[in-house]
Nanobody
Framework: QVQLEESGGGLVQPGGSLRLSCAAS????????MGWYRQAPGKERELVAR???????NYADSVKGRFTISGDYAKNTVLLQMNSLKPEDTAVYYC??????????????WGQGTQVTVSS
């Protein structure tokens, strides 16, 4: 079993900052990529940012220039620095990782989700 431990959510005013972290643990051979998705009430879950083991990043257009994702794959950990937060960033944020559990077997895993609320 692979588990993703998330932290860093909370309440912040518009224009403020938060940092989310996620660490993968368990039966891990290697981690191929890690990232964050978010889901607002009544909306589809969407990609926020993702980073591969090789350092390639992807961001949603709505967060480019405001959010920065970084990874430490020696520790199977990913950080999401969120600056200039807007009310529309309010959502439950979910960590996601593609993990090799053996040389030939891989799967994707999800965290439980952490609430981010941006409100004055």
């Amino acid at each position: 079993q692979v588990q993703l431990e998330e932290s860093g959510g909370g309440l912040v005013q518009p224009g403020g900052s938060l940092r989310l972290s996620c660490a993968a643990s368990g039966s891990i051979y290697s981690v191929n990529d890690m990232g964050w998705y978010r889901q607002a009430p009544g909306k589809e879950r969407e990609l926020v940012a993702r980073i591969t083991n090789g350092g390639i990043t992807n961001y949603a257009d709505s967060v480019k220039g405001r959010f920065t994702i970084s990874g430490d794959y020696a520790k199977n950990t990913v950080l999401l620095q969120m600056n200039s937060l807007k009310p529309e960033d309010t959502a439950v944020y979910y960590c996601n990782a593609e993990v090799r559990i053996s040389y030939i077997t891989r799967n994707r895993f999800w965290g439980q989700g952490t609430q981010v609320t941006v409100s004055s």
